[in-house]
């Protein structure tokens, strides 16, 4: 090698090792500044090959437990010198809510064989990378590490989904049942079950357990298995998710033996939201709010929150700013699609349907967005056309489910409604909307038993919800039962669940008045009527009130209050102003004719009578006393 090409040699080596050192340097500065923490002096500056290659090895299961070591050597430092300072106390570990949280544990890079151990692994993660599963499971046969293991396993297990949903596609088609089942879960679960009993597992093989143990159904087992996870590791938002899944009641949540870490008030919100407890999510992500002031996630939760407990209008100033702020966000603004449905507002939706179709048309959120859109304009066959598409692209997105099952009642395609139903109750039994949809078809069949009892689900499932209340009512009140006491029993349960539109009132007052309940009838009118002027609502459920209160104060002889109510209705137009002008010449009769017959009273009646002369009232009340 001549001289200059020697040069040429050392000048290019010198100016690697300077590139290393400036990124080093550059990286070490970053991770300082954004922690706010003094600069280590005694950081190695090692070269970027080893060290950024082992620190690749966590699989991508979820953001949140991706280290930050993939970027440069300094992370790596950084990190050390973090569960350092950790382990000594050096950092605090309190948020400034004021809760005491245990700190995060840091997962250790457990070591490779020494026979191409790193490289297998790199070429197994392209290959999972690339869902080439069995292909990664098998460049990583006999290799015994943590991440190893979990990285193979995991390839395993997505290789038999992969394949079940193929099979399912071959049998029933895209959107048909099957029962077709993972068929690696058998040797999944003797491999992590072994490994967990000799304690060679970490969180993420753990979590992976759980998910074999509940499709194979051993609930019981897989919420020990998940909760180890997340105390183990806490950023596995995966595993919370799952645990969610599991927690079917608040006794269960209430078992759970979980570290006071602050992703659990993540998940304990979550919980309550699932668990339809919004008032309890609403608090938790009030408060969450006040640590993380500028997460999006926390907002779209409390405005998911708000329009289930009906507060319409708060809810949509918040996906308002949520949009303001993202104006290309997808996750939860079908959600708010269906608030405009509520509330009718076909522009506002018509502009995010629009806005979603631009952004990303090939996700179940914009197709079941667009889905609503073109419900809200009557085209109910667009509308089930967009919802199979979401469905296509989600088998188990369950709001798409139940909103087409809703589109098939509006066609009335019964049987097609019913199949939409109870999937969405296959994918989740605790979807009240499902329960109380094949309630409705079933009374739009004439089916009022079956009806019943699909309402009661709901209504068990959401006690809260007057809706509910109401249509079992309605249930029990029709033709085929007429059992008019339930009847009573669920419209007065509607009325306590803080009944809006004020349906539980009225119908109250009306089965009390057909029972002959006159006392308990006159409470509901009058209370009914003290709603509908406070709400200032017209309309002949208030002309109904007021007529039965003025006959049933005649009949208690409260004739002023009768006489008020009469006056009242002087005011509208049609038969009940003669009929209140019918009871008020009763009424004036009735006050003449009741009061004692001595002289007082005859002078009074004259005064009051403006110049009538004496013997003229005398015979007229002595006729209408004899009468």
Same mark, same amino acid.
């Given at each position: 090698?001549?001289?200059?090409?020697?040069?040429?040699?050392?000048?290019?080596?010198?100016?690697?090792? %300077?590139?290393?050192?400036?990124?080093?340097?550059?990286?070490?500065?970053?991770?300082?500044?954004?922690?706010?923490?003094?600069? &280590?002096?005694?950081?190695?500056?090692?070269?970027?090959?080893?060290?950024?290659?082992?620190?690749?090895?966590?699989? =991508?299961?979820?953001?949140?437990?991706?280290?930050?070591?993939?970027?440069?050597?300094?992370? =790596?430092?950084?990190?050390?010198?973090?569960?350092?300072?950790?382990?000594?106390?050096?950092?605090?570990?309190?948020?400034?809510?004021?809760?005491?949280?245990?700190?995060?544990?840091?997962?250790?890079?457990?070591?490779?064989?020494?026979?191409?151990?790193?490289?297998?692994?790199?070429?197994?993660?392209?290959?999972?990378?690339?869902?080439?599963?069995?292909?990664?499971?098998?460049?990583?046969?006999?290799?015994?590490?943590?991440?190893?293991?979990?990285?193979?396993?995991?390839?395993?297990?997505?290789?038999?989904?992969?394949?079940?949903? /193929?099979?399912?596609?071959?049998? &029933?088609?895209?959107?048909?049942?099957?029962?077709?089942?993972?068929?690696?879960?058998?040797?999944?679960?003797?491999?992590?079950?072994?490994?967990?009993?000799?304690?060679?597992?970490?969180?993420?093989?753990?979590?992976?357990?759980?998910?074999? %143990?509940?499709?194979?159904?051993?609930?019981?087992?897989?919420?020990?298995?998940?909760?180890?996870?997340?105390?183990?590791?806490?950023?596995?938002?995966?595993?919370?998710?799952?645990?969610? =899944?599991?927690?079917?009641?608040?006794?269960?949540?209430?078992?759970?033996?979980?570290?006071?870490?602050?992703?659990? &008030?993540? +998940?304990?919100?979550?919980?309550?939201?699932?668990?339809?407890?919004?008032?309890?999510?609403?608090?938790?992500?009030?408060?969450?709010?006040?640590?993380?002031?500028?997460?999006?996630?926390?907002?779209?939760?409390?405005?998911?929150?708000?329009?289930?407990?009906?507060?319409?209008?708060?809810?949509?100033?918040?996906?308002?700013?949520?949009?303001?702020?993202?104006?290309?966000?997808?996750?939860?603004?079908?959600?708010?699609?269906?608030?405009?449905?509520?509330?009718?507002?076909? =522009?506002?939706?018509?502009? %995010?349907?629009?806005?979603?179709?631009?952004?990303?048309?090939?996700?179940?959120?914009?197709?079941?967005?667009?889905?609503?859109?073109?419900?809200?304009?009557?085209?109910?066959?667009?509308?089930?056309?967009?919802?199979?598409?979401?469905?296509?692209?989600?088998?188990?997105?369950?709001?798409?489910?139940?909103?087409?099952?809703?589109?098939?009642?509006?066609?009335?395609?019964?049987?097609?409604?019913?199949?939409?139903?109870?999937?969405?109750?296959?994918?989740?039994?605790?979807?009240?909307?499902?329960?109380?949809?094949?309630?409705?078809?079933?009374?739009?069949?004439?089916?009022?038993?079956?009806?019943?009892?699909?309402?009661?689900?709901?209504?068990?499932?959401?006690?809260?919800?007057?809706?509910?209340?109401?249509?079992?009512?309605?249930?029990?009140?029709?033709?085929?039962?007429?059992?008019?006491?339930?009847?009573?029993?669920?419209?007065?349960?509607?009325?306590?669940?803080?009944?809006?539109?004020?349906?539980?009132?009225?119908?109250?007052?009306?089965?009390?008045?057909?029972?002959?309940?006159?006392?308990?009838?006159?409470?509901?009118?009058?209370?009914?009527?003290?709603?509908?002027?406070?709400?200032?609502?017209?309309?002949?459920?208030?002309?109904?009130?007021?007529?039965?209160?003025?006959?049933?104060?005649?009949?208690?002889?409260?004739?002023?209050?009768?006489?008020?109510?009469?006056?009242?209705?002087?005011?509208?137009?049609?038969?009940?102003? /003669?009929?209140?002008?019918? %009871?008020?010449?009763?009424?004036?009769?009735?006050?003449?004719? +009741?009061?004692?017959?001595?002289?007082?009273?005859?002078?009074?009646?004259?005064?009051?009578?403006?110049?009538?002369?004496?013997?003229?009232?005398?015979?007229?009340?002595?006729?209408?006393? /004899?009468?």
């Amino acid at each position: 090698m001549s001289s200059k090409e020697s040069y040429r040699v050392e000048l290019r080596s010198a100016a690697r090792q %300077l590139s290393d050192r400036c990124l080093y340097s550059a990286a070490k500065w970053a991770a300082e500044l954004l922690i706010d923490i003094e600069p &280590d002096a005694h950081a190695p500056a090692s070269s970027a090959s080893s060290s950024a290659a082992s620190a690749r090895a966590t699989p =991508s299961t979820s953001s949140a437990a991706r280290p930050l070591s993939h970027l440069h050597p300094a992370a =790596s430092a950084y990190r050390r010198r973090l569960r350092s300072a950790a382990s000594s106390g050096d950092i605090a570990a309190t948020p400034p809510a004021g809760v005491s949280y245990i700190s995060t544990p840091v997962p250790d890079d457990d070591g490779f064989n020494s026979d191409g151990g790193n490289d297998r692994y790199l070429l197994a993660k392209s290959y999972f990378d690339c869902r080439d599963y069995r292909r990664a499971a098998h460049a990583l046969r006999g290799q015994t590490g943590k991440k190893a293991g979990f990285l193979r396993c995991y390839a395993l297990y997505l290789a038999g989904e992969k394949r079940k949903e /193929e099979e399912m596609i071959e049998l &029933d088609g895209s959107l048909g049942k099957s029962d077709v089942v993972n068929s690696e879960l058998i040797s999944l679960e003797r491999e992590l079950s072994s490994l967990r009993r000799i304690g060679s597992i970490d969180s993420f093989g753990l979590y992976l357990y759980g998910l074999v %143990l509940k499709d194979k159904g051993c609930e019981s087992l897989a919420v020990t298995v998940f909760v180890e996870s997340v105390n183990s590791f806490p950023w596995n938002w995966s595993a919370w998710s799952e645990l969610q =899944s599991l927690c079917t009641s608040t006794d269960t949540l209430n078992k759970l033996n979980l570290k006071n870490h602050w992703m659990k &008030d993540f +998940f304990l919100a979550s919980a309550y939201q699932e668990l339809k407890m919004h008032e309890e999510a609403l608090k938790r992500y009030e408060c969450l709010l006040g640590v993380f002031r500028s997460s999006d996630y926390i907002q779209s939760q409390i405005a998911t929150a708000l329009y289930s407990l009906r507060e319409l209008d708060e809810a949509e100033v918040i996906f308002e700013d949520l949009l303001r702020n993202d104006p290309y966000r997808v996750e939860s603004m079908d959600i708010y699609s269906n608030l405009l449905y509520a509330k009718e507002c076909f =522009s506002a939706l018509s502009f %995010l349907a629009h806005r979603v179709f631009l952004t990303d048309k090939y996700r179940p959120e914009s197709c079941c967005i667009i889905a609503n859109y073109y419900s809200l304009k009557g085209q109910h066959e667009k509308s089930v056309l967009y919802f199979r598409r979401a469905l296509k692209l989600n088998r188990k997105y369950l709001s798409a489910w139940t909103l087409m099952g809703h589109e098939y009642v509006e066609m009335k395609n019964t049987p097609a409604a019913i199949d939409a139903y109870r999937r969405a109750i296959e994918i989740n039994p605790r979807d009240y909307r499902a329960w109380y949809g094949l309630g409705q078809t079933y009374e739009v069949m004439n089916m009022p038993f079956y009806a019943l009892y699909y309402f009661r689900k709901s209504s068990y499932l959401q006690p809260n919800d007057s809706r509910l209340w109401i249509a079992m009512a309605q249930c029990y009140e029709s033709a085929p039962l007429q059992m008019l006491e339930e009847a009573i029993k669920c419209y007065t349960r509607a009325a306590n669940s803080n009944d809006s539109e004020g349906i539980a009132l009225h119908q109250l007052a009306k089965l009390h008045g057909v029972l002959g309940h006159s006392e308990q009838a006159a409470f509901f009118y009058k209370k009914d009527l003290e709603r509908m002027e406070a709400e200032g609502r017209q309309g002949p459920n208030m002309v109904e009130a007021m007529l039965y209160l003025a006959r049933y104060y005649k009949s208690e002889k409260k004739l002023e209050e009768a006489e008020f109510y009469c006056t009242r209705l002087l005011d509208y137009t049609g038969p009940e102003r /003669e009929t209140a002008k019918s %009871l008020l010449r009763g009424l004036r009769i009735a006050q003449t004719a +009741f009061p004692s017959m001595d002289i007082g009273h005859f002078e009074s009646h004259v005064h009051i009578g403006n110049g009538v002369g004496l013997l003229t009232d005398l015979k007229y009340l002595m006729i209408t006393w /004899e009468k």
